[in-house]
């Protein structure tokens, strides 16, 4: 290599080497501009720089921790809500069918009462058309069995003409007579009753009349008692009010039994007559006889209260139902 080359090579590092340290400066200067005045200044303020970058970047992850444990509780809140607004919802569709069926129980139960008191209208019709199908008849008590032999038509019209003082020009045809339906009691117990049936109700009023006028018959030493010949509806009624006559006339009090189970009594202030024991209930309380009535009679009578009430009244009380609601009615009973 020659001389001159290595002055030119020399020349050329030098001048590399200022370019180095210029760029160094450059950057320095740069730095310088980034800290802050009194940083300038301050051979620590690099250092305190670099504190506050880790406290920030510290803050900053608490920061970041913070939001990650509010979603978390956020996530878990929204998870109870959508629980609870389920139990809602089942709780929302059985109070429905809570509300359901307590509308169905108070259709049955309009139902069943409108049922009830048809019931009890058919059963007092039936025992009425009953009681009408009985006016010819007459129930003859006391007569011993077998007394009749094998004909009983002409034995009781021997018996009517031969007990009673009825007219000798009275003719008296039977259609039927019988013993009463049930089975033959043995010896010790009381006779069956005769059941007697007239073609003429008007021949069968005038031997009852004179049965009754009589009073005193007998046959073959037995007292015999004659008696309309009523249902056994009409014949417990019956029986009842007999037992309070009993008990008023130990207090010398007149009353009487009707047709069909009617108290007529006779007071100072009045005649006062009654359908029902149920009716003459406070007024024999006032005159001190007790009345032990059934709940079977009480709920006849409150069916029955109305009976002869207008439809108009009766849409008023409530104890009818309209067609439509029958309908409704049957339709659930074929559902289920």
Do not use: C
Request: proline share 3%; net charge positive.
């Amino acid at each position: 290599m020659s001389q001159k080359q290595s002055k030119r090579d020399t020349k050329a590092g030098k001048n590399d080497d200022g370019k180095s340290t210029q760029k160094q400066l450059t950057l320095d200067a740069s730095v310088a501009n980034v800290v802050s005045p009194e940083a300038k200044t301050d051979t620590g303020g690099v250092a305190a720089l670099l504190s506050e970058l880790r406290k920030f970047r510290q803050e900053s992850g608490d920061a970041q921790r913070d939001i990650i444990e509010s979603q978390t509780r956020l996530e878990t809140s929204m998870t109870e809500i959508k629980q609870q607004i389920s139990q809602l919802e089942e709780m929302t569709t059985v109070e429905g069918r809570v509300s359901n069926t307590e509308d169905k129980g108070i259709r049955q139960e309009r139902a069943l009462a409108y049922l009830l008191k048809r019931d009890t209208k058919l059963a007092a019709r039936q025992d009425d058309l009953e009681n009408r199908l009985r006016r010819n008849n007459i129930r003859v008590y006391g007569i011993p069995e077998d007394a009749e032999g094998k004909a009983m038509i002409p034995f009781i019209t021997g018996f009517f003409k031969t007990a009673l003082k009825l007219q000798e020009d009275l003719i008296i045809s039977l259609e039927r007579a019988h013993r009463a339906t049930t089975p033959k009691p043995k010896s010790s117990a009381p006779p069956r009753s005769i059941i007697v049936r007239f073609l003429d109700l008007s021949v069968k009023q005038v031997v009852l009349q004179q049965a009754w006028k009589q009073r005193d018959i007998e046959y073959q030493g037995k007292k015999v008692y004659f008696d309309q010949d009523y249902s056994p509806e009409v014949v417990r009624k019956r029986k009842q009010v007999r037992e309070v006559i009993k008990k008023l006339r130990e207090r010398n009090i007149k009353a009487q039994a009707l047709y069909p189970a009617q108290l007529k009594i006779f007071l100072e202030t009045g005649v006062k007559t009654f359908g029902s024991l149920g009716e003459a209930q406070s007024t024999l309380t006032d005159l001190g006889v007790t009345v032990d009535l059934d709940d079977r009679d009480k709920l006849e009578r409150e069916l029955l209260r109305d009976s002869w009430s207008t439809q108009g009244n009766q849409r008023k009380r409530g104890f009818s139902l309209s067609p439509g609601e029958i309908r409704d009615i049957m339709k659930s009973v074929e559902q289920h």
